[in-house]
Structure formats: C-alpha cells, structure tokens
C-alpha cells in the first residue's frame, strides 16, 4: 500500500512518561559516561557527590520524548524492517530536571518522496506536567526503504552543515564497548537487532549494531564537554544525518567547526574513519 | 552506647519491593554478564534473543530481599562508619521470576561478642507476593568495629568452608570495569563510598571501592556457570565472607572445589590473588 501523503498534519495522542535519577545515570552509562575514567564526569554519573551536582545529558530528549511518534500510523502499513532512522534534531528551552515527568505530543510535519524511499518527519514537544512550559522539542526523520514513487513532494534536498576544509576545531576520541548497546537498550529502545545475534542476521548484520541514538548520545556528550564548558544549561540544539551504521566496540571521534557566535557543525566518525553522524549542527549559548 | 544483646529476635516491618525484566537486565550487567563477549550470556542480558530465554541471577535475591534489615535499629545506636559487610549467604527456594514482588521479613538472629567489635546477623525471606511462596532467604551478618566488649556471647568460631590443599577442580577469572561500581550501583545501593572519590577519601580509601555485593554477584555468575550449567533452577544456595576490599578495574578469579554430591567451598581472589570473598559453599541440585 502507497504512502498517504495526507497523512502531514497528523497529531498523536499525548504520552506521559516519567523519570528519576537511576534513569538519568543510566541514560548517561549508556552513552558512555565515566567509561574512560570514572572519577570524572561525575555530574553525569552520580547523584550524591560531595563536590558536584547531578545533571541530565541534553540528549536524553530523544529517550524521554518517547511516544511522540504515535502519529505515525496514519501513513498507512508498510515494513517496518524497511525503516531506518534518518535523520534527529533536539531543541532544548531549558536544562531536563533530574527527575520528572513530560506530556509529549507529535505531529507529522512532511512526508517526502525520495523515489527510493519515503523519508517521514515527526515532530513532537514535551511539556513538563508540572509547570506547564515546554522543555524539548524533538525532530525524527525515518527513511522507509522502497515505499518512494507515490508522487509526492522531494522535499528539501542538498548539503546541509557541511564541515569546513580545515582541520576541526575541536576534537575528543571515545570508545565504545562490545557490549554498549546491552546497556544502552535499558534506556528503552529494545530492538533485538541490537542485541540479539540470530535476529540481527535476519537484517544482513554479522552481529547486533549500535543504536543510531546511542552514537547520537555520546556525540551530544563530546560536544557538551567541547563547547559547553560540560554545562548543559548552555547547550541549546544539536541536529544530525545517520549515514552509516556503527558496531559495539568502535571507536567514535567527534569533530567539530565553529562555524559563527554560538554555533558549530559536527560529524562522528567510526573506528575506521568513515562518517556515521554527518550533518551535524549544535547551538549553544554562552557561559 | 553499648550494643543490646536482647535485640536477637526482634522482627522488622515487612517491606514490599517489586522489580521488572529491566532490573534483572541491569542487575546481570552491573555484576559483568556480557562484558568479556555480548554475544554469550544472552539468556542473563536480554529478554527477547530468539534462541534463549531470559533467566535471573540467583544472587540477585540480595537486592530484592531489601528492607529485610530494618530490624536492625533495635540493636541500638553506632556510628554507621563503623559497620562493615561481613557475611552473606543466600538460599534459593525456586528460581526467581523475571518480573514479580517480593514482601521481605527480617529477624536479628544472632549478636555476638567479638571483644574488637560486634557481630550483627539478620535473617530475612522474601515471599512472593502472587504465590504466597517463600522465593528466598538471605542472611546477613555485620561486623561493627569498636562495638565488642559488651558482655555477650563469642558465638561461632573457627575455619569454615576450607578449600582443600589441591588445585580447584573449577576456576573463572573475569575483568572488573574501572567503572563496575558506578553500573552496580544503578540496583539499589548508592552508598557513595563506591562512586565519590572524596567520600572514599573519608573512608580511608584512596579512591572508590567495589561493592562486596557486586564481587559477590560475579562470584555467584561464575558458581552457575562452573557448577549448574548455566541453569538458575540448580542453584540452591551460597554463603561466603568478605575478607578484603575489591577496587573496580580488578580481575576477580573464582576458584571452587568440589566436596561432595552437590557441594563446593569456593574463594575469590583480587587481581593480587588475595581472598576478596573467603569461607565459600554453595550448594546445588542435580542436571
């Protein structure tokens, strides 16, 4: 069945979803918080330290948003092996409180016909259920493989965020572990093709890949700690492409260019030097 | 202020702790399921591989026995500073359910006078709160330092559980993370002397130590592999002392020796090849 290109417009129920401190240490274990050496980033890891506070990753919007892509349905069917996640944006209004709880609602903001595909954007805000104002918004673009040909708009097309010909201004190296993705997935995203060998090989792998949002999560912690001054007050949007999928155990080297007042562009490459976050703007503001 | 020898018998509030398939991930994880290769243990770190089921770790009953100590102010009042983890010994009335609730009552079974400090044993079991099934026991025994001297009885003494003079007829080692502590303690206990180097610094440590409770989850991961053949259901109990701090990042290797038709003393060794958990048994059924 074609894709309904109607479907724009198309808003999903709210979803409630709630959160204390163990989920915000776990979110930031995941992505590899204190992994290199735990005495420090201990304002990501623990919340009872006698000489820092805790505070929430600004990427972990795209975990507590969950449910905001409850539209998507209204596309119409199609397989769901032949999705893959495009493209994620964040825009943050202010620091995630260490514990609490959001009302996301999303919306399906473009669906594009791309020939090869259906690239299909949701865009969803989460408002905190006790004061009433908005904390994140999040941008989730899916691409699904050969569901293209329904004649619908191409959509925005062309480079974007393109890195500068000049050596990064920043740069940070951070392992990954063979088993990150097991403990990523506490998080809440429980796709077995990241877990379970047998299921993986029925998706073309040779074993589990990472989380596209687990590369997403140590990038935005990278560039929280090269730009931010490590204060998540002051990181106001991160955006970015998936272009390449990542195994547990890579290597991943953030770079980044400033590229005006409070503004760079990113990409994260794998262990071998091939680009698996490309795209990548963050607004941040200053100290 | 003295201990109270009459506090043995005294039995605390019964307390309610329920957990699902995500604590019995995290808890598999933070005592290192996965970790040397994510693609082993699969039926201890996920909960829809296609070839296994999830099962539970039976050392996992020492944190969802919780609350079984609270009987343990009737014993007067210490400098918390002060007590220290002595023994812990677990018995398995079934296996544990991946998901469930457990009401947990505990009883001082026993102080003791050990002229430079005071034994404190708590004996608690948790019930299933669907069934109505005892699921476990624990039985916990603290060492408070400067507390002796009060008059009571010496109780047991002597070797226990000594492992005989030939090689181990089973041994595991397996590699700690530098940040194991901050992963394990994401099941229950924050205490910061495990994770805030300036606390530890209080302590006398020169930096962060493991949890006993998470060496010994290593120690019974590497029990049900040597022993049961990786089935919960064969693992009926364990005990062991703690006779050294562990610092995370140290390898830990499980010796054990079998003494008779469903018995094994066992010790665990630090990467130094002291004993860390000493005076081990465990016992378990037939294949």
Request: proline letters at 6%; a negative charge.
């Amino acid at each position: 069945m074609p894709i309904n290109p109607d479907a724009v417009g198309v808003t999903g129920d709210p979803v409630r979803h709630s959160w204390t401190s163990r989920d915000v240490l776990l979110y930031a274990l995941g992505v590899g918080a204190g992994a290199a050496d735990p005495l420090q980033e201990l304002e990501l890891t623990t919340e009872n330290s006698m000489d820092t506070d805790l505070v929430v990753l600004p990427t972990m919007a795209v975990v507590l948003g969950v449910g905001g892509t409850g539209a998507f349905g209204a596309i119409g069917t199609f397989n769901p092996a032949m999705l893959v996640h495009g493209e994620q944006a964040i825009t943050l209004h202010g620091p995630i409180p260490t514990k609490g709880e959001v009302e996301t609602v999303g919306t399906i903001t473009g669906i594009y016909d791309k020939v090869k595909g259906a690239v299909v954007e949701v865009t969803s805000t989460s408002t905190d259920t006790q004061t009433g104002q908005a904390l994140f918004t999040n941008v989730m673009s899916a691409f699904i493989r050969g569901e293209g040909g329904f004649g619908g708009e191409r959509g925005p097309s062309g480079p974007r965020n393109v890195a500068p010909d000049r050596a990064p201004d920043h740069t940070v190296t951070y392992e990954t572990r063979t088993d990150q993705a097991l403990l990523y997935r506490l998080s809440g995203d429980r796709n077995p093709l990241h877990s379970d060998p047998a299921f993986a090989a029925f998706g073309g792998f040779d074993r589990p890949i990472l989380h596209g949002l687990c590369t997403y999560g140590f990038t935005g912690r990278g560039l929280l700690h090269l730009l931010c001054g490590s204060d998540p007050a002051r990181f106001t949007s991160m955006e970015g492409r998936f272009s390449s999928p990542v195994l547990p155990g890579e290597a991943l080297t953030v770079n980044a260019w400033e590229t005006g007042d409070g503004e760079a562009v990113f990409q994260t490459l794998g262990g071998d030097g091939r680009v698996v976050l490309d795209a990548g703007r963050v607004t941040f503001a200053a100290a």
